[in-house]
């Protein structure tokens, strides 16, 4: 059966009407009440309808109701005689014999009737599976149908649209049995995914008929980037939504923390996405419209909850108020952000905040829970919000009042003493509110001789994008000069082969000219000279695209036609196409957004002839450099993309923490952030399309959008781990009661033994990890960690185990690292220490020698003798990031027998690197050296990063922490 898109239905009936009506007038009408003509025999139960039946139509009164009633009446004027039309009706009024009623109308038995057979039938989704019943009984049919936001706008319209091709159309009456006329389940998506596609080819065509195939099939190389199953963003988005406590994450893990919150800037940002991408183009009313009414109304609670009565919005991990401070840096620009965040997103929602803004919107004076009170949703379906938390300031100024978490977490917060910051986002290739002047113009400005030096000064190909900063700086001082000077002038006794360039012209002029004059081979500001004087273009570097941008802009301002456009447009494609890394996810858009101001420029102050010359050479340089250039840009663009089907703003792993420390993620993951998404596909690809005058082709579509309410609506509830980021992060930890194979493989070789084995350790039964090094030969490796998750706040890194030795050879030793990767070479690690055996016989003491800078230092003997458990236990501090505060500390049995400052790291220019903890310490290995003979016992060897450090004289594994383990089991928060 044929379905039809809301939006063609209504001009193909337009033809079917017509066919109606002529078949009305020249075949007459069929017989029965008020009828003439052919007649046509009744049968009891059944419905009949002809020219002379007086039908009243009723509706439940949404507007797509009344819509797909209007295009059912007018259908059925081709049954009609002499004119006649059907009446439209209420359900205040007395039943007419004769009704079609479309939607729930409880005042009729019928339409009830209707619902309940229509809820028998199955639908395993709310959404993406529609359903419609038509029913009838005496003179009257019911239409029933799903009635959620989206189906009210479509699932009926394909009723009424099967009704009339089963029913109607090509008929002069309708007879039909009584009971369920026609039912189906429309899987909404699919068809709309169709439709786009349909709509998608149509698009295509413009690019494959304009342009040259490898344009065509550069663009489309973009587009599979964001394409597939690998890419389902809409799901993504969806999954970041906690409907308890009203808003989006920013990440995934995130959203399982229960240390991290939604945020607005998220929750406005993925919605701002949507409307950027074009997954709503083709519907009238935007989100507020089409997102359900309960997600509606819980993400207007969440931005009037955490709204402060000083009109601002303040995140739950930041407190109120916020004090730029040691503590908060960058709180006061994270203020502003969300202040902006905020009301983008209530705008989008068709709402008003509680309290006027420091912006100027004006609040509703509702607050969060007197707004939930007029939704008409239960108590239970409103989110809740976590309370603000409570610390001081440098100053020891007490902010708002709040309460700890239930964990007891104290972040960083707020301070009342702070009532407005203003902060401006600057752009790379904007003019920095506090720039600060690369030369002083005024010497330049006594004569047009001084002023020619200008452009050397400034010096484009030196540093362009400070150059070009610099233009604009000065052009208000150039101007009023060059009114003052006037234009030059050389005299008569001058010949004109003498005469300077400058001619006749002002400073102004001159400056123009420079600009042009300025522009390197390949018309973009900025050139390396090589040895022979030659010109060398910038071939992949940006930083001569946005000082270009710059310039045009300024252009634009002063409202002048760049002349050297033609040129400049081929150097931002070559530039495009040539570039070999991208710095941030944002590159690949701002260089084709560059491109469109270059062509804004063009269009707005070109004549006639410069237009119409400067597009025939950008169609030619299309044609020659574009594919490669979206090649290119698709390519740059995949580096970011995650397996999670998003983007990050990190090549590897997740930038955990945002603004003012506000932690997004964990950092665990190689996972997407929403604030690096929206720097995906689609901005791009609108600057694309405009590049190369087509219409925008949408990465994502109307069927994109259903998919994200879909999973919308099927969320299930968060879980959240017990796990607190800030006190005791994830572990890693091998006890061999339980030993993860995942991460051993106990084996045996040529030249050792290994096994689980069961002993009597500290006087009870345990299993632990049994290695007998029979005799000298190939390095034995044990290996622990290289899946440790990292945690981005960590300051240490905790090493301990439990080891006891029953034999060891004379002069024998093994070797403990902590590490980032699994490696035998002392090169690669930054904690080295060996314990070594010290003489010959079996109860000989035992040394433990620290490494530091690959250099060894004082042995350390220690007391332990062969044949008993001892534990060892290393910590690690990062410090502040010098060797001379970073330190390693050495306990046996949980007494500190060393400290050493430094650390072994990366080998750079002037000594060695701290490793930070959350990139580098991921990894530990214990080697038995290959001249090695011995037997050992191994325990609980646990790898763990911390921001708590461990007291002096607890145990390797300290109770609190290990209560801390017995806890790590998920909740429902």
């Known amino acids: 059966m044929k379905k039809t898109h809301v939006s063609l239905l209504t001009a193909l009936l337009l033809l079917v009407c017509t066919v109606f009506t002529l078949s009305a007038c020249s075949g007459g009408g069929a017989g029965g009440e008020g009828g003439g003509g052919n007649s046509v025999e009744i049968f009891e139960g059944q419905t009949y309808y002809d020219a002379g039946t007086k039908v009243v139509f009723l509706t439940d009164g949404r507007a797509s109701s009344v819509n797909a009633s209007g295009v059912l009446m007018s259908a059925m004027e081709g049954i009609a005689a002499d004119g006649f039309k059907p009446v439209v009706g209420s359900a205040s009024d007395a039943a007419s014999d004769y009704e079609v009623i479309i939607g729930y109308v409880p005042e ?17 989704s709310p959404l993406a599976e529609a359903r419609y019943l038509i029913y009838a009984k005496g003179g009257t049919i019911a239409f029933a149908y799903d009635e959620n936001y989206y189906s009210d706008l479509q699932i009926i319209d394909f009723a009424v649209d099967d009704f009339i091709g089963e029913h109607v159309a090509g008929k002069t009456s309708i007879t039909i049995d009584a009971g369920e006329v026609m039912s189906d389940v429309i899987n909404l998506i699919d068809v709309q995914a169709q439709l786009d596609k349909e709509m998608l080819d149509d698009l295509w065509e413009q690019v494959s008929s304009k342009y040259s195939a490898s344009v065509y099939q550069g663009m489309r190389t973009y587009y599979n980037v964001f394409s597939g199953e690998s890419s389902d963003i809409t799901a993504w988005f969806a999954n970041l939504y906690d409907p308890d406590l009203g808003g989006f994450y920013a990440t995934a893990t995130g959203r399982d923390e229960i240390n991290i919150f939604p945020d607005i800037q998220s929750t406005a940002e993925i919605f701002e996405f949507i409307i950027a991408s074009g997954m709503l183009d083709d519907l009238d009313g935007g989100i507020a419209k089409y997102l359900p009414n309960i997600v509606k109304c819980q993400l207007i609670w969440y931005a009037k909850s955490i ?18 401070s040691e503590e908060v840096e960058g709180a006061l620009e994270r203020r502003e952000s969300d202040l902006r965040y905020a009301e983008s997103l209530l705008d989008i929602l068709g709402a008003q905040p509680t309290y006027d803004t420091p912006n100027g919107v004006k609040g509703d004076g509702m607050t969060a829970d007197q707004y939930w009170a007029t939704t008409g949703y239960a108590d239970e379906l409103k989110p809740e919000a976590p309370e603000y938390v409570v610390i001081e300031d440098e100053e020891g100024t007490e902010g708002e009042e709040g309460t700890e978490d239930e964990n007891g977490a104290v972040t960083a917060g707020l301070s009342t003493s702070v009532t407005t ?31 020619s030096q200008y452009g050397r000064k400034v010096g484009f190909h030196i540093h362009p994008l400070e150059a070009a900063k610099q233009v604009p700086y000065d052009f208000e001082r150039i101007k009023e000069a060059s009114e003052d000077v006037g234009p030059y002038k050389s005299g008569p006794s001058v010949a004109d082969d003498e005469r300077p360039a400058y001619e006749g012209k002002t400073y102004v002029d001159m400056l123009f000219d420079m600009l042009i004059d300025m522009l390197n081979a390949e018309g973009l500001y900025g050139t390396t000279h ?84 400067f597009f025939d050479n950008y169609k030619a340089a299309i044609d020659e450099l574009g594919g490669n250039a979206f090649i290119v840009s698709s390519s740059r663009q995949s580096t970011y993309q995650k397996v999670d089907g998003g983007f990050g703003h990190l090549l590897e792993g997740c930038n955990s923490t945002g603004a003012a420390g506000l932690v997004i993620g964990t950092g665990e993951e190689n996972e997407s952030e929403v604030s690096a998404v929206i720097y995906s596909g689609p901005i791009a690809a609108r600057a694309m399309c405009k590049a190369i005058g087509v219409d925008y082709i949408p990465i994502y579509t109307e069927a994109d959008w259903l998919r994200f309410i879909d999973e919308l609506l099927k969320i299930d509830p968060v879980i959240k781990y017990d796990r607190d980021l800030y006190k005791e992060p994830p572990i890693t930890i091998f006890d061999f009661n339980e030993i993860p194979a995942k991460f051993f493989q106990v084996k045996s070789g040529v030249d050792y033994e290994m096994e689980i084995v069961e002993v009597e350790k500290f006087g009870m039964s345990d299993n632990v990890l049994y290695i007998n090094k029979l005799a000298a030969g190939t390095q034995t490796l044990v290996t622990c960690g290289d899946a440790l998750i990292q945690n981005p706040a960590a300051t240490m890194t905790v090493f301990s185990f439990d080891i006891m030795m029953t034999r060891m050879g004379a002069a024998s030793q ?41 250099k060894s230092e004082k042995a350390i003997t220690i007391r332990p003798k062969v044949g008993e458990w001892f534990n060892i236990r290393v910590e690690y501090y990062e410090g502040t990031g010098t060797l001379d505060t970073v330190r390693t500390k050495y306990y046996i049995d949980d007494e500190l027998i060393y400290t050493t400052n430094g650390v072994m790291g990366d080998n750079v220019v002037g000594g060695y690197t701290p490793l930070p903890m959350a990139e580098k310490i991921n990894y530990a290995s214990i080697a038995m050296n290959m001249a090695l003979t011995g037997e050992f016992y191994m325990d609980n060897i ?32």
């Open 942 to 973: 646990t790898l763990r990063q911390t921001t708590t450090q461990l007291e002096d004289g607890t145990i390797g594994i300290p109770p609190a922490y290990q209560a801390y383990l017995d806890s790590l089991q998920p909740k429902t928060e």
């Open 530 to 613: 090589t040895n022979d004087g030659s010109d060398q273009t910038i071939g992949a570097e940006m930083l001569n695209a946005y000082a270009f941008d710059v310039i045009i802009d300024f252009y634009n301002d002063q409202g002048l036609f760049f002349e050297a456009a033609s040129k400049s447009a081929r150097g931002l494609l070559k530039c495009l196409g040539g570039f070999e890394y991208s710095e941030n996810i944002k590159q690949v858009s701002d260089i084709w957004e560059i491109l469109c101001d270059l062509i804004d420029n063009v269009n707005k102050y070109a004549s006639a002839d410069e237009k119409a010359a």
């Open 421 to 451: 910051a203003v902060s401006k986002a600057v752009d790379a290739a904007a003019i920095d509110d506090d720039f600060v002047s690369v030369i002083d113009v005024e010497p330049l400005l006594e004569s047009h001789r001084k002023f």
């Open 108 to 124: 009729r038995p019928v339409s009830v009737r209707a619902y309940e057979l229509l809820d028998r039938i199955d639908s395993s």
């Open 307 to 324: 709204q402060d009565e000083n009109g601002y919005f303040y995140m739950t991990q930041l407190g109120k108020d916020i004090l730029d």
């Open 814 to 854: 093994m070797e403990i690292s902590i590490t980032n990767q699994s490696s035998t070479s002392h090169a690669d690690k930054p904690i080295l220490f060996l314990i070594q055996h010290k003489g010959t016989a079996n109860g000989s003491d035992i040394q433990i020698i620290p490494y530091h800078n690959r």
